[in-house]
């Protein structure tokens, strides 16, 4: 059988061979020693299905890098880039075009608040490191906190900020940057026994941070609504909305950082609507448009938009609002709209997701945890649930992941990895029938995991 790119499997085969060989002969990869590397192929995708370089389809649990918010090729969006491309491809920043300001007016439309200012990058990190540059340009002050368990990026002041392992090799000491702990009740640094605890506890330790460092030198507090890469910590009550205080008192700018949070997938069209607090600024990219063509962007409130009313904003990018990319934007939020996207993560998460994971950690010893909300769930495997010692240490992996992993790929299954979690991220477009396919699947893999539990 042909895959959905019309390839036959032995075209296929041929053309991933080939495709494998240059590979490894001439791309360097991200985050990776290159010797070991075996990547592999994929030859086509569609919805919620990926195909490798031997025809074998695989669901994918991962949505890629968490970005495949649409799904693969969805028709809409492939058909506006196909439009566009026949009219415009490319165009210099300083000119209008109409991609750009209708994918502006359109994200506009799902900020909160008045965030309605839409600066465009090509990604995500360089949606951070503009957040942080207008919010130091702001305040007049250097300093960024930023929380232990993140991720934001991987240019230099986007990696700093990142509280992982990434930042080490390419922390110098000067970045400005001053990590603190958010909460995280599961592995409570604060000797906390419940949600509301932690939330007191977290916030009165961002207080003390303040407080230690001064007030007067903090521009912006930088944190992932809900942190994705790091563990998938949903804030507690109260939390954000603390934090929102402390920003208030101290005249500090608040970043959101909604680069994997937004755009439908937690299943509100930000993150930070599942609390009800507004931020100053939002950095976005992935499932803007499900990075069909690479595109970020940060949107702004009035007031800090005002600082550059009459004073030269000092940063620019060649791509910035792409037609190809902001038209992808543009069919990406309308195709949302009209075939109920959102909602339809809210409901896989609250229907299908939430209560079928709960239900594997009620079977299989080696679940310490699950959480999340939307399409967006991370799964905790530990040794041992008295102790909660992660079944890999963090920043590394073991043999219990590795093994555990590869025998839900082999089954059919992509899932996302990091450390001793996996993380169960499909499309916002995933159907009933395709995750209870993928939480069967994982059922069977995780009994690898639970030969390692002590
Ligand atoms: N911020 C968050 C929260 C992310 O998850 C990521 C990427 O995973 C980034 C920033 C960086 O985005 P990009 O890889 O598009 O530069």
New binding site residues.
């Given amino acids: 059988m042909s895959l959905p790119n019309g390839l036959t499997p032995d075209t296929a085969r041929a053309q991933a061979a080939r495709a494998y060989e240059l590979d490894r002969k001439h791309v360097f990869h991200s985050w990776s020693a290159q010797a070991a590397l075996k990547p592999m192929v994929i030859s086509a995708a569609q919805g919620s299905y990926v195909w490798d370089g031997d025809g074998n389809r695989l669901l994918d649990f991962s949505s890629q ?3 495949t918010n649409i799904g693969h090729q969805h028709p809409k969006v492939v058909a506006a880039i196909q439009e566009q491309a026949a009219k415009l491809c490319t165009i210099a920043p300083g000119y209008v075009n109409d991609a750009r300001s209708e994918a502006a007016r359109l994200i506009a439309e799902h900020t909160p608040g008045e965030l309605n200012r839409i600066f465009f990058t ?7 490191e503009h957040a942080v540059r207008m919010a130091r340009l702001h305040t007049g002050r250097p300093k960024v906190l930023a929380r232990y368990r ?6 230099e002041t ?1 990696v700093n900020l ?1 509280g992982d392992p990434r930042r080490w090799p390419n922390d110098h000491g000067n970045s400005g940057v001053v990590h603190f702990f958010g909460p995280f009740l599961y592995r409570s640094q604060f000797y906390a026994g419940t949600e509301a605890e932690e939330s007191q506890r977290a916030l009165e330790h961002l207080e003390q941070t303040i407080a230690l460092e001064g007030p007067d030198t903090i521009a912006a507090i930088i944190l ?1 609504s809900v ?3 790091a563990g998938i910590m949903v804030p507690p009550p109260g939390y954000l909305a603390g934090v929102r205080e402390l920003c208030d008192r101290h005249g500090i700018v608040f970043i959101a ?5 937004g755009f439908g997938r937690t299943g509100k069209w930000f993150a930070i609507d599942n609390f009800d607090v507004v931020p100053d600024l939002i ?1 976005f ?2 499932g803007v448009n499900s ?1 069909y063509v ?1 595109l ?1 962007g940060v949107a702004i409130a009035p007031h800090i938009a005002a600082t550059f009313d009459n004073r030269v904003y000092p940063g620019g990018l060649t791509y910035s609002g792409h037609p190809l990319a902001t038209a992808a934007a543009v069919a990406t939020v309308n195709a949302m709209r009209e075939e109920g996207i959102v909602e339809n993560a809210a409901d896989i998460g609250a229907r299908v997701i939430g209560p079928g994971l709960r239900e594997l950690a009620e079977r299989h010893p080696s679940i310490g945890e699950v959480r999340g909300l939307g399409v967006f769930w991370a799964v905790e495997l530990v040794r041992d649930r008295e102790t909660r010692e992660p079944l890999a240490p963090y920043g590394g992996t073991s043999p219990a992941m590795t093994e555990t992993v590869a025998a839900a790929k082999a089954a059919g299954l992509l899932l996302f990895v990091n450390f001793n979690r996996l993380h169960v991220v499909p499309p916002c477009t995933i159907t009933e029938g395709e995750t209870k396919e993928g939480l069967a699947i994982l059922d069977q893999a995780l009994t690898i995991a639970d030969g390692y539990t002590t």
Avoid: I, L, Q
């Fill in positions: 890098m968490v970005n090509n990604a995500g990190a360089d949606a951070v993140s991720y934001h990026g991987g240019t986007a990142t992932e942190p994705g890469t950082d909604e680069v994997m949070a950095t990219a992935k990075g690479p970020g």
